[in-house]
């Protein structure tokens, strides 16, 4: 009988594959940005509807975190993977044939299971197949991959949606290449998880322990906060561009999306060393200041404005993001971090969702202009409160000593 020897590859080339699926998956959940206005014209539904299209990606996240989040330790890290670009696959189908806004629905809970199945299995691979000169920086380039990779979408539909032919499918064309292009390397990569026999799959269990929990709600409210911005900006900020500033150009709208992704990354790695305390203030006062500043672009009209407030907010949500997940593991043992993890994720991917579903509610009776301000100055406020209690928790330590 002959037996089929799949080859493996090195330890190196694993690492960067592993690293292309991650940012190629998460690409894949933000192509649709730039796309939002003319499937709302084609297809006419109204500019809430809209953003419960977009926020049907975190409900498809949130039960994949929950269903799935444990999976990968049982079953191994590869077939995760495939399992997670398969996913993404059908989800890119159902954006190729969509014709109603149902459909549209279909595609973002698809993608979004996609991208919570990656979330942690892609994080935990790529720190397991990291060479030994990786190891250190093993995270962060999981980091870059992760939001590095959801900056991508919004720039590459943009420019392709503004100068290429077909502008509702060439992108997720594109992404279908790059995906089964991503499924055959990985089939090429060694499991790093040893499958122990009778060992099942289950629910991601969610819980907050008692000493933890004064730091995980201010971490919470500020990773909140950055969240809810990130989800204005990836839902609406294209209409703020073309409607507001006037701004038809795809491309432009795609590259407003991704600056604040880029200002994530580049926040989240470039000032890793700052002491987690001084950066989650950091974090949580560029928030204040970037979201003041998305308000008053709009008040004033302003694209380039928008474009430092784009900048600043993303920045912000980075550092409070990162440094605030961080404090919290800093007060737990390392049993726990799974489920404390997993229940902080839940609750950002509820702030991703819910707040722009009354943004676009808001809009339809205030105007877009106005429910954007209304919606900034709220996440300013929001990040204040984050501040004052992340602060507080701060000093308590050094008052009981």
Same mark, same amino acid.
């Given at each position: 009988?002959?037996?089929?020897?799949?080859?493996?590859?090195?330890?190196?080339?694993?690492?960067?594959? =592993?690293?292309?699926?991650?940012?190629?998956?998460?690409?894949?959940? =933000?192509?649709?940005?730039?796309?939002?206005?003319?499937?709302?014209?084609?297809?006419?539904?109204?500019?809430?509807?809209?953003?419960?299209?977009?926020?049907?990606?975190?409900?498809?996240?949130?039960?994949?975190?929950?269903?799935?989040?444990?999976? +990968?330790?049982?079953?191994?890290?590869?077939?995760?993977?495939?399992?997670?670009?398969?996913?993404?696959?059908?989800?890119?189908?159902?954006?190729?044939?969509?014709?109603?806004?149902?459909?549209?629905?279909?595609?973002?809970?698809?993608?979004?299971?996609?991208?919570?199945?990656?979330?942690?299995?892609?994080?935990?691979?790529?720190?397991?197949?990291?060479?030994?000169?990786?190891?250190?920086?093993?995270?962060?380039?999981?980091?870059?991959?992760?939001?590095?990779?959801?900056?991508?979408?919004?720039?590459?539909?943009?420019?392709?949606?503004?100068?290429?032919?077909?502008?509702?499918?060439?992108?997720?064309?594109?992404?279908?290449?790059?995906?089964?292009?991503?499924?055959?390397?990985?089939?090429?990569?060694?499991?790093?998880?040893?499958?122990?026999?009778?060992?099942?799959?289950?629910?991601?269990?969610?819980?907050?322990?008692?000493?933890?929990?004064?730091?995980?709600?201010?971490?919470?409210?500020?990773?909140?906060?950055?969240?809810?911005?990130?989800?204005?900006?990836?839902?609406?900020?294209?209409?703020?561009?073309? !409607?507001?500033?006037?701004?038809?150009?795809?491309?432009? +709208?795609?590259?407003?999306? +991704?600056?604040?992704?880029?200002?994530?990354?580049?926040?989240?790695?470039?000032?890793?060393?700052?002491?987690?305390?001084?950066?989650?203030?950091?974090?949580?006062?560029?928030?204040?200041?970037?979201?003041?500043?998305?308000?008053?672009?709009?008040?004033?009209? +302003?694209?380039?404005?928008?474009?430092?407030?784009?900048?600043?907010?993303?920045?912000?949500?980075?550092?409070?993001?990162?440094?605030?997940?961080?404090?919290?593991?800093?007060?737990?043992?390392?049993?726990?971090?799974?489920?404390? =993890?997993?229940?902080?994720?839940?609750?950002?991917?509820?702030?991703?969702?819910?707040?722009?579903?009354?943004?676009?509610?808001?809009?339809?009776?205030?105007?877009?202009?106005?429910?954007?301000?209304?919606?900034?100055?709220?996440?300013?406020?929001?990040?204040?409160?984050?501040?004052?209690?992340?602060?507080?928790? !701060?000093?308590?330590? !050094?008052?009981?000593?």
């Amino acid at each position: 009988m002959l037996t089929v020897v799949v080859p493996t590859l090195t330890p190196g080339r694993a690492f960067a594959v =592993t690293v292309f699926a991650f940012a190629i998956t998460m690409m894949g959940t =933000t192509l649709p940005t730039p796309m939002y206005t003319i499937y709302q014209q084609r297809l006419g539904f109204s500019l809430s509807m809209s953003t419960v299209i977009f926020a049907a990606y975190a409900l498809g996240v949130l039960l994949a975190l929950l269903i799935f989040g444990r999976w +990968s330790d049982v079953v191994g890290r590869r077939p995760m993977l495939l399992g997670g670009l398969a996913v993404a696959l059908a989800s890119d189908v159902v954006f190729l044939t969509t014709d109603t806004d149902g459909q549209l629905i279909k595609g973002r809970v698809l993608s979004g299971i996609s991208a919570g199945i990656f979330v942690g299995t892609a994080t935990a691979s790529v720190i397991e197949n990291a060479p030994p000169a990786w190891r250190a920086r093993a995270p962060y380039v999981a980091t870059a991959a992760n939001i590095g990779g959801l900056g991508l979408g919004p720039l590459v539909a943009g420019i392709l949606v503004e100068y290429a032919s077909w502008p509702l499918h060439l992108a997720f064309w594109v992404h279908v290449v790059l995906t089964v292009v991503a499924a055959g390397l990985l089939w090429l990569v060694a499991e790093t998880v040893e499958r122990v026999p009778g060992r099942r799959p289950g629910f991601q269990r969610l819980a907050v322990p008692a000493a933890a929990r004064r730091t995980f709600i201010g971490a919470c409210v500020g990773g909140f906060a950055g969240f809810a911005v990130l989800g204005l900006f990836v839902a609406v900020s294209p209409r703020f561009v073309g !409607q507001v500033l006037g701004i038809s150009n795809s491309a432009v +709208s795609g590259l407003t999306v +991704s600056l604040v992704f880029a200002a994530s990354i580049v926040a989240q790695i470039g000032l890793k060393a700052l002491p987690t305390e001084r950066a989650v203030n950091i974090g949580c006062s560029a928030l204040i200041v970037g979201s003041l500043l998305i308000a008053l672009s709009l008040a004033v009209e +302003s694209f380039a404005l928008l474009i430092v407030a784009a900048v600043v907010v993303g920045a912000g949500q980075g550092m409070s993001f990162s440094k605030g997940l961080a404090s919290i593991l800093a007060k737990i043992d390392t049993h726990q971090r799974a489920e404390v =993890t997993s229940t902080f994720f839940v609750i950002l991917y509820i702030a991703i969702s819910l707040p722009v579903i009354g943004e676009g509610i808001a809009a339809q009776h205030w105007g877009l202009a106005d429910a954007g301000i209304a919606f900034s100055l709220s996440i300013a406020a929001l990040a204040v409160v984050a501040l004052a209690i992340i602060v507080s928790d !701060q000093r308590r330590p !050094q008052a009981t000593s």
